[in-house]
């Protein structure tokens, strides 16, 4: 048994000493940690786990006054093996090429350097003291020269392990290594199949692997100075040896029996005949008890994290619970964040009272620099007051700027409907559900506001008005909410009164208390705005969707007679207008956008990375941003282009003669799956996606993403069927607008008359 496994064993966690203190008694005067990863594509919160780990048990030796040091390797000389959809066009001719000698998806440096850069300044905003290296500079450098020689002299000794741990024999020609093809620059499509002490006999073959294309140049060449680079478990072997590695943790995955550590501590033990660091397996973080993963749009990413968590509760997160346990987080429609503020203050409250000495040592090791204490405000309570107008001097008197920015972040972004209110600018239709007591209520209200200044002495006046009333506590505040936010439950009522312009709370309590027929009217009138589709036998909404996402709303249109072109000069000038207007807009805009926010809440509520399949509006208007301009399709598709970017809100036009009704809005079933438009192969759906089918199946994927190839609009297409699809801040009304506009300018562009038109809701 390698030795790896008795120092596990010797390192068990137990409940007597923090986690990090307990596995790092007795250990030797000079230390050395490592941790690294591939700067390849979007961190997820995940990945940030071992960098910290690492980091509290470098912090920890120091306090003991060890010598240690913490190296982190950016891994970019891995080949590029898989690309986001955004990138395919622009980034494919890359794959199987290293990550330091693709070009940036910006255009700035390299495609190592892109992401690089990003978790460079998630290790500045973390407090990580990590000395990050390159593995292109230390292969170009020769760091690994005397590794890769060993290695290659000792072959056989390493191919014995791989035979052992897999059982099955190991070809006499293969070899640990690849080499960067002379001629295209790959890595990943290569093969070394012999040595002779000074030069490798390498091919760059054609069918290697499925992910690139070789170009079939043969030859030898030396495999020293950055021209060559051993696979992941052997480079993980030659970076202990060489760096002396005395600690290095790694994910359960890596750490299971068979896994990558087990192999790479035999090849270290076999062909150095060294001892593997003191290793432990750390769990991972679950999103709805699934691993996260950006690839597959499941859990935040790191950036993510650090825009809704200060660095210092990030750490928190990280380290409060043993690495050897797994912790949901899902903050999408939960109340995760606040809970973890409250804990945070709690471990706070144990580090400067000294309570409990776990959560007393999990906030102390989570600080930056000098130890802060936070306020003693509630995360929840502030979530209320940036919801607030007129509380930002509250907010400053009570030093809660920092904190105000996340919880701005929460509200907008992952707070459940219950955490959310907006003072309504006109009067809510809950007003017409009030009786006369709860008017009455609110007529003595009005009297006394102005004279109201401390929200607490407020607070208590307002429920014994209601108690002279007959009212209880909770028939009381409601009457207020449901005036001012339209719900029947809130914040505190003084507080949220306080903060309003007092004129215009006066005044929407006496026209809530005023028996006015003409408001209910009114308001009966806004309900019923928009046309009201109500064809079941053409469209509807599968009840879960309902229940689920309870604002959800479809526009439906269906137009006959069409004429499309491949483009219009007229359209052409008009797309270009519209492009003009969108100068200076930034990506950063982008996510300001209420319509945007709502397509990214709905995409990761169905658990889909918004960064890979961003909706139609994003899409598009990113495009404008990035100044790549607008792709030309289609007179049709073009045309209903400009009114998606202009409103936001995301349209899928669909050959009419190709759909088989009756079409639903539902949840995609286990197995079912689509061929996407200019895919070769079908995609499958996950059963959290939101998709429109017919009788034959989906033939668009996540609210308007992408449309089936079989439903595709073409120049040939003489009849349209349209959706039109808005959710949260999306309402119908601006559905019903968008729809109108797209069918406006396809009848511009296209011609064609309207047969259908209207709105279905859940």
């Not at 292109?136 to 072959?155: A, Q």
């Not at 209320?384 to 972004?413: F, S």
């Not at 100044?627 to 036009?653: E, F, H, P, W």
């Not at 034959?696 to 349209?720: H, M, P």
């Amino acid at each position: 048994m390698v030795n790896w496994e008795e120092n596990q064993a010797k390192t068990m966690y137990n409940t007597t000493m923090f986690w990090a203190d307990e596995v790092l008694q007795k250990r030797k005067e000079t230390e050395v940690l490592e941790d690294a990863w591939t700067p390849s594509g979007i961190v997820h919160m995940g990945g940030l786990k071992g960098p910290v780990i690492h980091d509290v048990l470098y912090k920890v030796l120091k306090e003991q006054k060890k010598e240690a040091k913490y190296i982190y390797g950016f891994d970019d000389f891995d080949p590029i093996d898989g690309l986001p959809p955004r990138l395919e066009a622009t980034h494919k001719e890359y794959m199987g090429v290293p990550t330091f000698m693709a070009p940036s998806p910006d255009g700035k440096g390299t495609f190592a350097d892109f992401y690089g850069n990003k978790m460079r300044v998630m290790f500045k905003a973390l407090g990580l003291e990590a000395e990050i290296y390159l593995a292109s500079v230390n292969y170009k450098k020769g760091v690994y020269n005397e590794g890769i020689r060993i290695m290659l002299d000792n072959v056989t000794k390493v191919r014995k392990v791989y035979e052992e741990m897999y059982k099955h024999q190991v070809k006499n020609d293969w070899y640990p290594l690849q080499v960067i093809c002379p001629t295209c620059g790959k890595l990943g499509t290569t093969k070394v199949t012999d040595w002779d002490g000074k030069e490798v006999t390498f091919s760059c073959l054609p069918n290697l692997v499925t992910w690139a294309k070789g170009c079939g140049t043969t030859g030898k060449m030396s495999p020293f100075d950055g021209n060559a680079k051993m696979p992941w478990k052997p480079e993980w072997a030659i970076k202990w040896s060489t760096f002396n590695v005395t600690i290095e943790w790694s994910g359960k995955d890596h750490m299971s029996k068979g896994g990558s550590f087990e192999i790479a501590a035999k090849i270290l033990k076999s062909v150095f005949n060294q001892e593997p660091p003191m290793a432990k397996a750390y769990e991972f973080f679950l999103w709805n008890g699934k691993k996260m993963s950006s690839s597959k749009g499941l859990g935040l990413t790191g950036e993510e994290l650090l825009e809704v968590l200060p660095p210092q509760i990030a750490r928190f997160l990280m380290i409060k619970t043993d690495p050897n346990k797994a912790v949901e987080f899902n903050p999408v429609g939960t109340d995760i964040i606040p809970k973890l503020f409250d804990d945070y203050q709690k471990a706070a409250d144990a580090y400067f009272n000294k309570g409990d000495q776990d959560l007393a040592r999990a906030f102390e090791l989570s600080q930056i620099g000098e130890v802060q204490k936070p306020p003693d405000i509630r995360f929840s309570l502030l979530a209320q007051w940036v919801q607030m107008p007129n509380m930002k001097k509250q907010i400053e008197r009570e030093g809660l700027t920092d904190w105000a920015k996340y919880a701005q972040v929460w509200i907008e972004k992952y707070a459940p409907e219950n955490a959310k209110f907006l003072v309504q600018k006109e009067l809510p239709a809950a007003a017409e559900d009030l009786y006369d007591k709860q008017k009455e209520l609110l007529q003595k209200i009005a009297v006394e506001i102005d004279s109201a200044e401390d929200a607490e002495e407020f607070q208590t006046h307002i429920y014994d008005i209601g108690k002279e009333l007959g009212l209880n506590g909770k028939e009381t505040f409601a009457a207020i909410y449901k005036v001012l936010i339209g719900k029947d439950h809130g914040p505190k009522a003084a507080w949220l009164i306080l903060s309003l312009e007092k004129d215009f709370v006066k005044e929407r309590f006496r026209e809530a208390a005023r028996e006015n027929q003409e408001v209910k009217n009114k308001n009966q009138i806004k309900e019923k705005a928009f046309n009201k589709l109500d064809k079941p036998e053409m469209f509807s909404i599968a009840k879960d969707v309902k229940e689920k996402y309870p604002t959800i709303s479809v526009g439906v249109a269906v137009i006959k007679g069409v004429s499309i072109e491949k483009s219009n000069p007229d359209l052409e000038k008009e797309k270009q207008q519209l492009l003009d207007s969108l100068k200076g807009l930034t990506t950063e805009q982008l996510g300001q956008y209420p319509e945007v926010v709502s397509y990214r809440n709905l995409y990761k509520a169905m658990g889909v990375d918004w960064h890979s399949r961003r909706p139609s509006p994003e899409a598009l208007l990113r495009r404008v941003a990035l100044q790549k301009g607008l792709y030309m399709v289609n007179t049709c598709v073009d045309a209903y282009n400009i009114a998606v970017m202009k409103n936001r809100v995301s349209v899928g036009a669909f050959d009419l003669d190709a759909i088989a009704f009756p079409t639903e809005l539902r949840f995609a079933k286990k197995g079912e799956e689509i061929l996407l438009l200019g895919d070769s192969d079908p995609t499958q759906y996950e059963e959290t996606e939101l998709a429109y089918c017919d009788k034959k199946g989906g033939y668009n994927i996540d609210f308007n993403f992408r449309d089936a190839q079989r439903t595709a609009v073409q120049e040939s297409t003489k009849n349209l069927y349209i959706n039109v699809d808005g959710i949260y801040d999306i309402t119908p009304k601006q559905v019903e607008k968008t729809l109108r506009e797209s069918c406006d300018m396809i009848m511009k562009y296209c011609g064609g008359t309207f047969e259908t038109f209207g709105i279905e809701t859940a």
